[in-house]
């Protein structure tokens, strides 16, 4: 029996119109023959892209020695990956708790924030997202208008308009638990908060007692070009949130904490099963290595300038984002110029601003790469 003959998938998920079967470096391969460039990176998660070696070893090793045991029993695997993850980072944390999703690590951070504080209330961002679970939904813009479908929110949440920082005293007073902020908003279209903005939040913060969570599911884990996007601007939240580009594919997430944050734990205060199981940590140290011992922040960094330097032609007229959580800025339907590109032979991603075509390229892309794209874009009418 063909197993593809009937679709059993949920039909939930809009689809590119092509099928992958395989992939190498920064290249896909189709079911057609089709070699396709991914600037896309599976929705900002292959950062070392496919087929890496050090990763693949670390995977392979990891099930053959032991493919999981629970949070119940110590695993030097496991203990290893969170102190590589904190020296990672170079800010100043003293607990990671492991869990399987961006919305799973966002999920406890404002668990977390409740109980600390005894507040009821949080602050997040216009045009965010921060995922599909109850709690993560309440805090994503637009979410209770399009999907999110449970009959009330657990929490009463406000937004402030992005870089305002004149709203920001209105809206985080004395009874708000936790400010929640993407530093680089990824699904709001590779859009940048910065510095002024961030630091902004920071104070209000200290002055009010609310905690500040950093969620860096997608520009976290060296996208920007730094560890963190909290490094990029300076600004040290009491908490951040990453997974996507943490594991390279591998489902996993990770909460890293202040130490004081850290002190409000006890036995039984946050649970996971699968979080930090022995193949999702052997992934995060594979991919920390791969960052730290092939310079890919580096890399990050120079590739990402020249993707702002070289591809304002044709439909672009301008860039936002930082490093490779790139936006760029439209004459034309971002959806159209998407559909172009991928005619070319070059997956991009788009957001929810119809303007901006989005780049989550894998960290390893080069110049010769981003000149493919410029050269298609330069072929795309404007």
Request: glycine share 10%.
């Amino acid at each position: 029996m063909d197993l593809t003959s009937v679709n059993y998938l949920a039909p939930v998920f809009a689809q590119y119109p092509i099928e992958v079967t395989s992939a190498q470096g920064v290249w896909l391969t189709t079911r057609d023959g089709r070699r396709i460039l991914d600037l896309y990176g599976g929705h900002a998660v292959a950062a070392l892209g496919y087929g890496h070696p050090g990763w693949t070893a670390a995977l392979t090793s990891q099930a053959a020695s032991c493919n999981f045991q629970s949070n119940a029993v110590p695993m030097a695997v496991r203990a290893r990956a969170a102190a590589r993850l904190v020296r990672f980072s170079q800010l100043p944390f003293a607990s990671v708790f492991f869990v399987n999703s961006g919305a799973e690590a966002n999920e406890n951070a404002l668990k977390l924030a409740f109980r600390i504080t005894r507040r009821e209330k949080i602050v997040a961002i216009e045009g965010s997202f921060h995922g599909r679970t109850a709690a993560a939904g309440a805090i994503t813009w637009g979410a209770l208008q399009k999907w999110f479908g449970f009959p009330r929110t657990p929490f009463d949440v406000t937004f402030i308009p992005r870089r305002a920082v004149a709203a920001i005293a209105e809206h985080v007073r004395e009874d708000t638990a936790a400010v929640i902020v993407e530093p680089v908003q990824g699904v709001g279209g590779a859009f940048d908060m910065g510095a002024e903005f961030l630091a902004a939040l920071r104070r209000r913060c200290n002055d009010t007692g609310a905690l500040l969570i950093f969620d860096e599911v997608q520009c976290g884990v060296g996208r920007t070009g730094h560890p963190f996007a909290a490094n990029l601007y300076g600004v040290i939240p009491d908490m951040i949130t990453t997974a996507k580009a943490l594991g390279n594919g591998f489902p996993c997430a990770a909460l890293l904490m202040s130490a004081q944050v850290a002190a409000a734990l006890s036995l039984d205060s946050l649970g996971t099963t699968f979080g930090g199981g022995p193949m999702a940590s052997a992934a995060i140290e594979a991919v920390i290595e791969a960052i730290e011992s092939e310079q890919l922040l580096q890399r990050v960094r120079r590739v990402g300038a020249y993707i702002r330097d070289t591809c304002m032609v044709g439909p672009v007229v301008a860039h936002q984002g930082a490093g490779f959580l790139t936006g760029l800025v439209t004459r034309r339907p971002a959806k159209d110029v998407h559909a172009a590109l991928l005619a070319r032979g070059i997956l991009t991603g788009t957001s929810s601003d119809p303007q901006i075509v989005r780049l989550l390229p894998p960290y390893i892309l080069a110049e010769e790469h981003v000149d493919l794209l410029r050269n298609a874009l330069a072929a795309i009418a404007a």
